[in-house]
Structures are given as C-alpha cells and as structure tokens.
Nanobody, 125 residues
C-alpha cells in the first residue's frame, strides 16, 4: 500500500504560480500522474510522468503552462503551475501506478492504483 501526501495548494491570483508536491516512500517504482476535479465536473487528467522521469504527457489545457517532474531520491513528484487561470481552480490529486517499465506514462484515471487525498487550488482575484 502506498500513501500519497499532496501539498502546496492554495489561493493564487490569475497569472500567478504554484508548485504542488506529492510524497510517498518507494515512489521510484511507480509511474505518476496528476489529475484535477472541479465542482460538478469529472476528474480529469492533467499531467503524467514515467518512472524514470524521461517521459511526460500533458493535457492540452495545461501544455506550456504546467511542468511535471520527479526526484526519485527524495520520493517526491512535483507539478509546477504557471500562468494560472480561474479555470484551473480544482482539487488536484496525485496518483501512482506500480510499473515494471521505466518509460511508460498513463493518462486515464482507471490506470492508477493509488490516489492521494487531494489539495485545493483556487485561482481568483
């Protein structure tokens, strides 16, 4: 069982930046992803990264503004969010999928085995 702990959410003005973190022991064995869910909407894919960190994938809505990265030595995955918009407001979830291959990314919610509790991001003036 993997326990994922997200942090870094908060209130930010449009155009601002935030960095989310997701920590858990043994994360180097997992492909990782970030998802978000706004009120009244389904959970949606944001970004994913392979075990090695060499491969990434992004939703079109965040491409060029968000960056996913990982530090396997520190068992932490990050989501750097810049040029934030009000429509980015949501609860952001970290997800992990145990994976043998080091170069695979996953973009669908059913693919993931473990989920964090979520961290709220609010973009508002």
């Amino acid at each position: 069982q993997v326990q994922l702990v997200e942090s870094g959410g908060g209130l930010v003005q449009p155009g601002g930046s935030l960095r989310l973190s997701c920590a858990a022991s043994g994360l180097s064995s997992y492909a990782m992803g970030w998802f978000r869910q706004a009120p009244g909407k389904e959970r949606e894919f944001v970004a994913a990264i392979s075990r090695s960190g060499g491969f990434t994938s992004y939703a079109d809505s965040v491409k060029g503004r968000f960056t996913i990265s990982r530090d396997n030595a520190k068992n932490t995955v990050f989501l750097q969010m810049s040029s934030l918009k009000p429509e980015d407001t949501a609860v952001y979830y970290c997800a992990a999928k145990r994976q043998v291959f080091t170069g695979t990314v996953f973009t669908s919610t059913p693919a993931y085995d473990y989920w964090g509790q979520g961290t709220q991001v609010t973009v508002s003036s």
